[in-house]
């Protein structure tokens, strides 16, 4: 079958909600195959309607456990929140044969394995930090298009791998806990931006307290939007915390005040707040219209990322593999710097595209 042909087929099994062909899928989608893309492309008009949660934070701080417990209470459902499906994406950028994420996989499996309305899946690090976030991104969309409700992508927090999930996600969970080394360290200022709803876990180890206050601190100091909020607040005579969902038609509010929460995961406490904090949040992307905004956002991210290896590679082969180790060659023999070099070769692609070239570039006079 082609591509084109077993990727519609996938796409429609997909669909249809059979797992063995949504697990085919996603590997297609891991190795970037023909058959994925054409399978994307038939898929992406059913995505849109999942909500999707990333959660990251430093190795150990608590994700899978607060992942599990959140998806156990997702899938239970309360009074005033339906029983949803789940769909758990955990990626670890880190290194290919994660420990992490391998383990939190086995430790879900005992947990989660066999509800149906549960699917996990792991993904390993492979290649640039771009392509992986690439790679969540489409596996993401899979899982959206196969009528997964909520879609829960752990992390491991490494620095710029937090803004690329916050990029993915509509609402970022980044987890903290105590005892984890360097405090200053983990309240990284990049940290507390991506963050919609801060969490301190293992809140019965000791440091906690002082975690939540050093944290509680970074906040107010550093979240620019909190220290609006915080103005709000005072003029209204507000209580801190997630606001109350907008009421329908009310005009948008516009900021978020980053809930700053403390749980202890195996036992799941805070569970309940965490999931208020998550309601409120989601009430808030709607209600103000952040939500269209993150996402039209999102998307000219990844627009412009993938048309910009698109280009470039299409570049790279007009200026062709010989020209290319030709300048090699003088690089390694230090007859001509890199950077030289690199402008010399951009010279003669300019040259070969003037008009009058030949070089493809539209020729002749309009004629008016
Ligand atoms: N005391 C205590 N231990 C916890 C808590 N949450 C998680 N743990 C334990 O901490 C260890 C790490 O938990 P994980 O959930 O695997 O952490 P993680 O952030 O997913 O770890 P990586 O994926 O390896 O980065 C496990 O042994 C958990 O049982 C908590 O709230 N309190
Ligand atoms: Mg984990």
Not at 258 to 273: I, R
Request: net charge neutral; proline share 7%.
């Amino acid at each position: 079958m082609s591509g084109l042909a077993s990727g519609a087929a996938l796409a429609a099994a997909v669909r249809a909600g059979e797992r063995r062909a949504l697990a085919r899928l996603l590997t297609q989608v891991e190795n970037g195959t023909p058959t994925a893309q054409a399978a994307l492309a038939a898929l992406y008009p059913f995505t849109g309607g999942a909500w999707i949660i990333g959660l990251t934070g430093p190795p150990g701080s608590g994700k899978s456990s607060l992942v599990n417990a959140l998806a156990r209470q997702l899938r239970q459902g309360a009074p005033e929140r339906p029983a949803v499906s789940v769909a758990i994406v955990a990626v670890d950028p880190s290194s290919p044969f994660t420990g992490g994420a391998i383990l939190g996989d086995r430790i879900r499996m005992r947990d989660l394995a066999g509800d149906p309305g549960v699917f996990i899946r792991s993904l390993a690090s492979r290649g640039s930090l771009g392509g992986l976030a690439r790679a969540t991104a489409d596996i993401v969309r899979v899982l959206d298009a196969a009528g997964y409700d909520v879609i829960l992508i752990e992390t491991v927090g490494a620095g710029q791998s937090e803004v690329e999930i916050a990029r993915t996600a509509h609402t970022t969970i980044v987890i903290e806990a105590p005892g984890l080394g360097d405090d200053v360290q983990a309240i990284k200022a990049g940290l507390l931006e991506a963050a919609d709803i801060l969490v301190v876990n293992k809140a019965d180890q000791p440091g906690a307290d002082a975690a939540l206050k050093a944290l509680r601190a970074a906040l107010n100091l550093a979240h620019p939007a909190a220290r609006r909020w915080a103005a709000a607040d005072a003029y209204a005579g507000a209580q801190p915390g997630p606001r109350a969902p907008a009421e329908p038609g009310a005009p948008p509010t516009g900021l978020w005040r980053t809930p700053l929460l403390a749980t202890v995961a195996p036992e799941g406490k805070g569970l309940d707040e965490l999931l208020a904090a998550l309601d409120a949040h989601r009430a808030y992307l709607q209600a103000s219209g952040e939500l269209e905004r993150r996402q039209r956002e999102q998307l000219a991210h990844e627009l412009t990322a993938r048309l910009r290896d698109q280009l470039l590679a299409a570049l790279l082969a007009q200026v062709g593999p010989e020209a290319l180790a030709a300048a090699l060659d003088q690089v390694a023999a230090r007859v001509c710097d890199p950077g030289a070099a690199a402008w010399a070769l951009a010279e003669q692609w300019r040259a070969a595209r003037a008009p009058g070239a030949g070089g493809g570039a539209p020729s002749g006079e309009q004629s008016g």
